[in-house]
């Protein structure tokens, strides 16, 4: 009787809660109401919608898509799930959610999915796991890029063939706003600056036009060393970056430095400076420009961007075709984008300047130090990583120095004293720490102490990815022997887009962990020798990054990637590769 009582108890308590009985207390929906998932079809994406009834959520650990057909197999879509909410220490989704996939995972025709979840409601009830089928159609004409066998720089290419010349000048602008936010332009900045700051008789009309002419001077040098490229076949920002060139340049900025500190001054001969004091303002004004438009012309030459997706395109077309004119305009356009920001940099210098006094001493030595960072930014490309780490910490140390860090400052001193030793002791024990991690093998002066903090897993990330190959005849080599999708990875120590994927990309621990399934090949071409020409000649690149995926010895061609990605895009083209060698 005990027992009967109790079971029923119980049942009523069930009903009740779960709100199938009585008005009060908390209702909780079916599991049909609660989650509704829905697939259809959009362009080159198939997007999977799940709409959540309130107070519900689902753990994104449970969340699982298999292909039924016409193939059976479990598809990865962690590189496709948006960004999760944490609640009660697992990772959950609330509220609507989005899924798109590209359409190219999967092969034309009918298609059935079954997907798999399974959530709580806030209250603490949880639903019992789920599994939805659907069945679509992928429509032939949705994989024409993967049949067609263009990467993005072809697709680029291919633009510059059909379409009119507004909109490729258009489009190539819109390509340099987008180099322009990549680390590569950001050395031009304090570059202009100085040259801004250094100028007598300052005003905004006068800073825009020194902008300007660096913005024209270095857009009409990249122009140019661009179309002998796609003439030629000839990498003439890659031919700079040999140690002798480097170098080279990176003294000359030191010279540039030196004379900001007032050690010296780099001007005309005394006897030309008078006869041009003779002359009209404007005639004094356009020798000045001269000087502006020579350090735009080294700036494209030495800190110019690297090979992208735009430029590659636009190089792939003037080889193609021989049409210098239409592909020089589109380079022209592109590094007008790229100069953009310049322009905004120059004209703030120029109208926010305050009047001249004792202070623009001062501001030729801070410029004076960012031209030595320019310059040991330089010597990294060939020096170690040791060295460089020791120089950042001696640029630091030393600027701490000079602002009087270590000195005693007397009674009753005025604030900016205070603030300038403020500021020297923190450079000065930024420095240390930059000096300390030299010595325990820190290659980033962002994060010096890196080592000191890795745990054993991460220090086991550090591990290698990649296998050097010297020549193309080693990698076809290994290529004809791998069992596994093989991928080639075309850096350089002098590229900076290069070392952004390498410190945001090749670090995810994803990325690491898919690199892994297969075999990984890099070609180093920091020293431009005449094999890297010719490994570069044969598949038709002009430059680094380049990522290559290959299928039994066979590049996938429209998998190819040129310039940075995110892990995310990475991961994505890494899952393709992935799929199309199994």
Not at 24 to 29: D, F, L, M, R
Not at 45 to 73: C, G, H, N, T, W
Not at 374 to 387: E, F, N, Q
Request: aromatic fraction near 12%.
């Amino acid at each position: 009787m005990f027992r009967f009582i109790f079971t029923l108890l119980l049942g009523l308590q069930l009903l009740f809660g779960f709100g199938f009985v009585g008005e009060e207390g908390p209702k909780i929906v079916p599991v049909q109401k609660a989650y509704k998932p829905s697939v259809k079809v959009e362009k080159d994406k198939l997007r999977i919608d799940i709409k959540m009834a309130d107070k519900v959520y689902l753990y994104k650990k449970y969340f699982k898509l298999q292909e039924l057909s016409p193939k059976k197999r479990t598809i990865d879509i962690e590189p496709f799930l948006p960004k999760p909410k944490k609640l009660h220490g697992e990772e959950v989704y609330e509220g609507n959610m989005s899924i798109f996939l590209p359409l190219k995972l999967f092969d034309n025709g009918d298609v059935r999915l079954a997907l798999s979840y399974q959530g709580c409601n806030e209250i603490g009830i949880c639903y019992p796991p789920q599994t939805k089928e659907f069945t679509f159609t992928i429509p032939t004409q949705a994989s024409t890029l993967t049949q067609a066998g263009q990467s993005e720089e072809q697709g680029i290419a291919q633009t510059l063939k059909t379409e009119s010349w507004w909109v490729i000048l258009a489009t190539f602008f819109g390509f340099g706003l987008l180099l322009s936010l990549t680390p590569c332009i950001f050395p031009m900045i304090p570059i202009l600056s100085s040259l801004i700051v250094g100028a007598k008789n300052m005003n905004t009309k006068k800073a825009l036009l020194y902008s300007v002419v660096y913005v024209l001077a270095m857009a009409l040098t990249y122009t140019i060393a661009g179309v002998l490229a796609g003439l030629f076949g000839a990498n003439l920002q890659a031919a700079l970056q040999n140690p002798v060139a480097i170098i080279l340049f990176a003294l000359i900025f030191v010279a540039l430095a030196l004379s900001m500190f007032g050690f010296y001054e780099i001007g005309l001969p005394a006897s030309l400076q008078t006869k041009l004091a003779k002359r009209s303002d404007e005639a004094s004004h356009k020798g000045g420009l001269i000087g502006v438009a020579i350090m735009g012309f080294l700036s494209a030459l030495i800190v110019g961007p690297c090979v992208a997706p735009p430029l590659a395109g636009a190089l792939i077309y003037i080889g193609q075709t021989g049409d210098a004119l239409l592909g020089g305009a589109a380079l022209f356009a592109m590094s007008l984008g790229m100069g953009m920001p310049l322009l905004l940099v120059g004209v703030g210098a120029g109208k926010f300047m305050p009047k001249p006094g004792g202070w623009m001493e001062a501001v030729s030595k801070v410029f004076g130090v960012v031209m030595l960072g320019v310059a040991i930014w330089m010597l990294s490309r060939v020096l170690p990583d040791k060295i460089t780490m020791v120089l950042w910490a001696t640029l630091f140390i030393s600027s701490a120095v000079y602002l009087r860090a270590l000195e005693q400052i007397q009674t009753g001193a005025h604030w900016f004293a205070y603030f300038k030793k403020s500021l020297g002791l923190v450079l000065f024990i930024y420095g240390l720490l930059v000096f300390i991690g030299a010595f325990l093998g820190a290659a980033n002066p962002l994060d010096p102490l890196k080592p000191l903090l890795q745990t054993q897993a991460q220090a086991v990330q550090t591990k290698p990815l990649f296998r050097v190959v010297k020549d193309y005849q080693e990698f076809e080599r290994i290529a004809k022997n791998s069992s596994k999708p093989l991928l080639l990875d075309i850096t350089a120590k002098w590229c900076a887009s290069c070392k952004e994927l390498e410190e945001n990309t090749f670090s995810d621990p994803r990325v690491r962990q898919k690199i892994g399934e297969f075999t990984a090949l890099r070609l180093d071409m920091t020293d431009n020798s005449q094999s890297d020409k010719e490994f570069l000649k044969r598949f038709g690149l002009f430059g680094p990054p380049a990522i290559l995926f290959f299928k039994n010895g066979k590049e996938l061609r429209d998998l190819r990637i040129v310039g940075y990605k995110s892990p995310e895009e990475f991961l994505r083209i890494l899952q393709e590769a992935k799929r199309r060698s199994q």
